[in-house]
């Protein structure tokens, strides 16, 4: 069975303050997609990365950055420099890579920005 | 172009009652997916819609009924509702065949008293 966890629950920091989301996932999977969502708090998601399994290199999209460790099951997500807009609940999912296989997310992690 | 719409946005029921909600999907997209999300929760897959089929279907009870019209737009019914029934209904959409992004929209916030 596919299992996500989030162990932080939630995370404050001090705007320009550089905060890392951690993710730890269970497959047996081979082949498999991992992603991050945003949630601010009007509730829609918003898709942020996907990786695929055989990826692992580490990706960078402005002051997002992703760290895919397959050795240790992580994939875990920095935000460098944060901002009060960065506030929001963050998820991490996997799914199957074969056909339109439902994601699997984690509880999520609340981070708060404080200015 | 529109992304994935839902309605209503909030919705208050009574225990026992049953509830419909509804879901379009973005332009292009004929499959649809219902997750559940409880307060503090990550969202949960209810069932996948595709060709007006249920695909797959995630573990939740038969209470959770749904359906898929012509047009690719969808239905999510709750019968005999629960206190635990409480949650944000998220509608996903893609496009079928192969992997596809999945989209997500704005949720449907219910409330069970």
Redesign the interface.
Known sequence: AQKVTQAQTEISVVEKEDVTLDCVYETRDTTYYLFWYKQPPSGELVFLIRRNSFDEQNEISGRYSWNFQKSTSSFNFTITASQVVDSAVYFCALSEAEGNTPLVFGKGTRLSVIA | DAGVTQSPTHLIKTRGQQVTLRCSPKSGHD?V?W?QQAL??????IF?Y?EEEE??R?NFPDRFSGHQFPNYSSELNVNALLLGDSA?Y?C?S?R?G??????????T?LTVL
């Open positions: 499959t997916s997750y503090g929760q990550g969202p949960q897959f996948q595709y695909r797959q995630g944000l998220l996903a893609r079928g192969g992997y596809n992004e999945q989209f997500f929209g704005p949720g916030r």
